[in-house]
């Protein structure tokens, strides 16, 4: 609940309106400028050559996994065979070609 708060707390702070009635735009200032602020603060709190993942990392993270393992993620974002053929484990992709969803 505080990450989301931060969120919040940004978005008042910089466009003077609650985050969900931002423009798209002024969303991705937002969540871009706390990736920002959460990336320099990380990077000086090593742990074994990595930096903690902040809130906003995490969430992001969570996100992005449960949109590319919905079946709208696989269809639209990730070409999407339903049975597919043989296996090959070393492809060369064209350019701009999806990568797989499998």
Not at 68 to 78: P, Q, T, V, W
Request: glycine letters at 8%; aromatic letters at 10%.
């Amino acid at each position: 609940l505080e990450g989301l708060a931060r969120i919040e707390n940004a978005a008042q702070t910089a466009h003077q309106d609650e985050f969900l009635k931002l423009t798209p735009e002024q969303r991705s200032a937002v969540l871009t400028q706390i990736a920002s602020e959460d990336y320099d603060n990380g990077a000086a709190d090593n742990i074994n050559g990595k930096p903690p993942k902040s809130f906003f990392h995490q969430f992001k993270e969570l996100a992005l996994l449960g949109y590319f393992n919905s079946e709208l993620g696989a269809k639209e974002a990730l070409a999407y065979l339903q049975i597919p053929g043989s296996y090959d484990g070393c492809t060369t992709l064209d350019p701009g070609q999806k990568a797989w969803a499998l």
